[in-house]
């Protein structure tokens, strides 16, 4: 089974941006693994930001969006807000199997 | 909107089998893959599989000696067993869809191994 990477940890300064990624040991990832990513606060569920590369849900806050950068699939955050502090997740599809990434705790701070 | 549910024992003793159900509202279960999601506390997510209908099954190939998945068409259910159970199966389970067009989560249910 693959294996997906992400950023242990990373750390953003109120008001500033950060990109998480997240990579494949497959090789590149591309749209065809429908890149998702989930947000995920102490004692919540999981909740859904992006998936299918770049589509937003309705409750996603703007300063959030996805693309594919160098490679991996990539979660940009422009404008941290303190409540944006949490786990990130993100997960790739490949031919009927689901992976997720290790997770990243981001801290605004 | 698709909405799930799970449901099961929240208590499982070690060595026994694990089950949840899952229902499915607000949808066919005819129509999407169904998945089986899990959470240790204090750890990240992990996929244990997923089952469509007519397809078939694809698991997880760190539990694939343990889990079966099975779907009931006429209660629009979908379930999961996990044999042989440990305390490092603690966690929360969700039900969900995973697909290109988006996705639908239950909301978990925790399920703790111990005797």
């Known amino acids: ?109 | 909107q698709v909405q799930l549910q799970e449901s099961g024992p929240g208590l499982v003793k070690p060595s026994e089998t694990l089950s949840l159900t899952c229902t499915v509202s607000g949808g066919s279960i005819t129509s999407y893959y169904w998945s089986w999601i899990r959470q240790p506390p204090a750890k990240g997510l992990e996929w244990i599989g997923c089952i469509h209908y007519s397809v078939g099954t694809n698991y997880n190939p760190s539990l694939k000696s343990r889990v079966a998945m099975s779907v009931d068409t006429s209660k629009n259910q979908f379930s999961l067993k996990l044999t042989s159970v440990t305390a490092a199966d603690t966690a929360v389970y969700y039900c969900a869809t995973i697909s290109a067009a988006g996705t639908n989560w239950g909301q978990g249910t925790l399920v703790t191994v111990s005797s």
């Open chain 1, 1 to 109: 089974q693959a294996v997906v990477t992400q950023e242990p940890s990373l750390t953003v300064s109120p008001g500033g941006t950060v990109t998480l990624t997240c990579g494949s040991s497959t090789g590149a990832v591309t749209t065809g693994h429908y890149p998702y990513w989930f947000q995920q606060k102490p004692g919540q569920a999981p909740r859904t930001l992006i998936y299918d590369t770049s589509n937003k849900y309705s409750w996603t806050p703007a300063r959030f969006s996805g693309s594919l950068l160098g490679g991996k699939a990539a979660l940009t955050l422009s404008g941290a807000q303190p409540e944006d502090e949490a786990e990130y997740y993100c997960l790739l599809l490949y031919s009927g199997a689901v992976v997720f990434g290790g997770g990243t705790k981001l801290t605004v701070l």
